[in-house]
């Protein structure tokens, strides 16, 4: 049976998932909008007046919040965007969100309470924090406020190719995945392996959570670095040390190991 295509809007999708969800889907031949700050129609979740716009016409959506989900008051506009959503005729919601952490999920039974079909997607820290995000090396160092905590760490392409099976088939309706990648690892062994496939002088610097925040604190406002340092704080501690099956269940086939995120990066550069 072929396909329906339905119109697909993708929020935030400039980010590391979003773009990545919108690749998938275009090349598939649906029809996708992305909708950010910086699109041709503008979306702002700190502004209302620019949700029903960019909502217009859409059949499917794929939610991601800025600056992030476990932010205070992300709950409460999570819910004023799913009544709008579904006042606008959205048919199904694919959420991103935090694995392990209970912050976020306030905003995930929003999406729940909405009457909106949906999937949740709760991810561990993603590969691409190492070449894209807060985990790119500087001057050879990678400096982050984790010691010998391990982290199964997620790969980008894997959470997108969840999304559009979540969006495009409603099979995954209802359903909450924890999406990791297939073994744990500690920060000092991803830099590494980093290190031995470049061939590069790389390094890992823990860091205590006070200098992160003296880090952070030139490019973020307080409140933001205070909020950052205390969910790193929890999601650090190692209770999220271990392998989950979301991906395999999704997909029929294992997450992406690290090592082949590497090579994947390194032949990009």
Not at 37 to 50: A, I, K, L
């Amino acid at each position: 049976m072929a396909e329906i295509h339905k119109n697909t809007v993708v929020f935030g999708g400039a980010g590391k998932t979003g773009r990545r969800v919108a690749d998938r889907l275009s090349a598939r031949g649906w029809p996708v909008r992305l909708a950010s700050r910086s699109t041709q129609v503008p979306f702002d979740w700190t502004d209302e007046g620019t949700w029903s716009r960019a909502l217009a016409g859409a059949n499917l959506a794929y939610l991601t919040y800025f600056p992030d989900l476990a932010i205070p008051g992300a709950a409460d506009a999570v819910r004023r965007f799913t009544r709008a959503a579904a006042s606008s005729g959205v048919e199904k919601l694919v959420l991103l969100a935090g694995r392990g952490e209970p912050q976020v999920h306030p905003a995930e039974q929003a999406v729940r309470d909405s009457g909106i079909a949906f999937t949740i997607l709760e991810c561990a820290f993603f590969n691409q924090n190492f070449n894209e995000g807060l985990l790119a090396p500087v001057d050879g160092v990678i400096a982050f406020p984790a010691t010998h905590v391990g982290e199964p760490l997620l790969d980008c392409d894997d959470v997108a190719d969840v999304a559009v099976a979540a969006l495009i088939d409603d099979a995954h309706a209802g359903q909450t995945y924890e999406l990791t990648g297939p073994r744990v690892l500690t920060f000092e062994q991803a830099t590494s392996m980093l290190a031995e496939a470049s061939g590069q002088p790389l390094r890992y610097q823990p860091m205590s959570f006070e200098a992160y925040a003296s880090v952070l604190a030139p490019y973020l406002p307080p409140e933001q670095v205070a909020f950052t340092i205390d969910l790193f704080r929890w999601v650090l501690d190692g209770h999220n040390a271990s392998v989950s099956d979301g991906v395999e269940r999704v997909l029929g086939r294992k997450p992406k190991e690290f090592a082949a995120f590497v090579r994947d990066a390194l032949r990009a550069a």
